[in-house]
């Protein structure tokens, strides 16, 4: 597989879990379909420390908001694999990409059958807007500099200028910062403020469908391309509770009340690390301050092996 995001579609940023509901009981056994293979079950709930902020993109910087936008929002480039403990791979929106020999022109084949959760379809000129976005955002300038603007030469295939050459653009293209998002929610003016609309802006496994001060609630997106590969998403539905305190936290955890805990800082961590029943899933490297505890009885743990955990996505786990 070529470089790129590595989504998690089973219950595909931190993971997802088999929950029965957000107060506790057993985790539900997905369903064997006789067409389609196992079916999502049940409910995954997390415990946040912040709540999540704007369902963008290019607005999340936190872990809680990067976590909710990277469920709704994909990459231009990613590696998805399917929940189950199936060995299905598939690439993301973009099928396929090369470079020129400079590495100044990027081209990439997009995906055909892809619907944003509006209804509207993903294509050339979709990416193409998104491009036009991310050159008034300072956050992508800070990280691709060299982005000129885009074309697209065929309804399938968008080209990105660079003014100097980037090796691996398809691998910054991979980052959350870069989620695709519908063009019926971009501002009219290209600008990188915030979307005209909160429900459906994204191509994801799961969309957006209640949120309150305390809680956020996904649903498993119907539509969802990936589905029909056998991708997932493992469950139905994915619940972030806002828990301000680290030690709550993991006490939700450790009770069974919830199957993850995020954000938790040094001590707690030690404290999970010495629990049999739970997993300390670290970020870029095990010196991070912060990590994410999970029940061990979610299955795909040990194969996710995130680089980050905005690189985890929720589908890929399961119960």
């Not at 200028?161 to 971009?186: K, M, Q």
């Not at 709550?248 to 009770?255: A, C, E, I």
Request: proline fraction near 8%; charge should be positive.
């Amino acid at each position: 597989m070529a470089a790129g995001r590595r989504i998690v579609v089973g219950l595909s940023s931190v993971a997802v879990v088999v929950l029965a509901g957000c107060g506790g009981g057993p985790s539900t056994t997905p369903q064997l379909g006789l067409d389609s293979g196992p079916r999502p079950s049940g409910e995954f709930s997390i415990a946040v420390a912040t709540p999540p902020g704007p369902v963008d993109p290019l607005l999340a910087n936190s872990r809680s908001s990067l976590l909710l936008t990277s469920q709704i929002h994909e990459p231009l480039v990613a590696r998805l694999e399917a929940p189950f403990e199936s060995v299905a791979q598939r690439r993301g929106l973009a099928r396929a990409w090369r470079a020129n020999p400079s590495s100044t022109v990027w081209t990439f084949r997009l995906r055909s059958r892809v619907r944003f959760q509006d209804g509207s379809l993903l294509d050339a000129g979709a990416v193409q807007a998104n491009v036009n976005r991310w050159l008034s955002s300072e956050r992508v300038a800070a990280v691709l500099p060299e982005l000129a603007y885009a074309d697209r030469p065929l309804p399938k295939q968008v080209r990105i200028f660079l003014t100097a050459p980037v090796v691996n653009l398809d691998e910054i293209l991979a980052a959350p910062l870069f989620g695709i998002v519908s063009p019926e929610a971009l501002p009219a003016d290209g600008a990188a403020g915030p979307l005209v609309a909160r429900r459906g802006t994204g191509s994801g496994p799961f969309e957006l469908r209640e949120r309150s001060a305390e809680e956020v609630v996904l649903a498993r997106y119907a539509g969802w391309w990936g589905t029909r590969y056998r991708l997932g998403p493992g469950v139905d539905a994915l619940r972030l509770l806002v828990v301000e305190s680290a030690p709550q936290r993991l006490r939700l955890l450790r009770s069974g009340d919830l199957l993850g805990a995020d954000d938790l800082g040094p001590a707690e961590q030690r404290r999970a690390a010495r629990d049999p029943l739970l997993a300390v899933v670290h970020g870029s490297s095990r010196n991070d301050e912060t990590a994410l505890a999970l029940s061990r009885s979610v299955r795909g743990l040990d194969s996710s092996d995130p680089q980050n955990l905005s690189d985890l996505w929720l589908t890929r786990l399961s119960g």
